[in-house]
């Protein structure tokens, strides 16, 4: 017997349902056919993809349907999931809500599967430009730095079409702290 939590790991297993929750996150609500404009996939298959994420709890209807618009928004209540730390074995920062937890195991999960894969990707697929750099920064230019960098993929995710795909774009900023703060 399926357990609810490993149900919802079932859920998210697929690319597209990972790139949907982004979306709904980033736009508040979606239908099918905008998903579909917005990733370069078909209404029919957002559609199916957002049905089963609202199957298992992740999104729900925004608003009463007129005829086959359907707009989709994130669950208020969240899927049904264990309480206590995620994948990586971390619990959520006080104030930090599931969703971004869940976020950040699904970048963590399609980064690994795409490593695993990498080499069964077409050659011109291959490439991957993961970097890492430390910064030093005020908050202020924190927050300055992460506006910039939401403005330059705000205008590349608006782009669609031929010889383009879904390509997953992590950026984490955050204080390093000390390596004597175990905790």
Do not use: K
Request: proline content about 8%; glycine content about 12%; aromatic content about 6%.
């Amino acid at each position: 017997m399926t357990t609810p939590a490993a149900e919802g790991g079932i859920a998210l297993a697929h690319p597209l349902r990972t790139a949907l929750l982004g979306l709904l996150r980033e736009h508040g609500t979606l239908t099918s056919t905008e998903a579909a404009r917005l990733l370069g996939q078909s209404s029919g298959l957002c559609s199916f993809h957002l049905r089963q994420l609202a199957r298992y709890g992740y999104i729900e209807e925004a608003a009463q349907p007129r005829g086959r618009v359907r707009p989709w928004r994130l669950a208020l209540a969240g899927p049904a999931t264990p309480a206590g730390p995620t994948a990586g074995g971390h619990s959520p920062a006080p104030g930090d809500d599931e969703f971004g937890a869940l976020a950040r195991e699904l970048e963590d999960e399609g980064y690994r599967r795409w490593l695993a894969h990498r080499q069964d990707a077409e050659p011109a697929w291959r490439r991957d430009e993961a970097f890492s750099v430390v910064l030093h920064l005020s908050p202020g230019e924190l927050a300055e730095a992460a506006a910039e960098i939401r403005a330059v993929l705000d205008r590349r995710q608006r782009r669609g079409g031929r010889g383009r795909r879904p390509v997953g774009a992590v950026i984490r900023l955050f204080p390093l702290l000390p390596a004597d703060q175990s905790g």
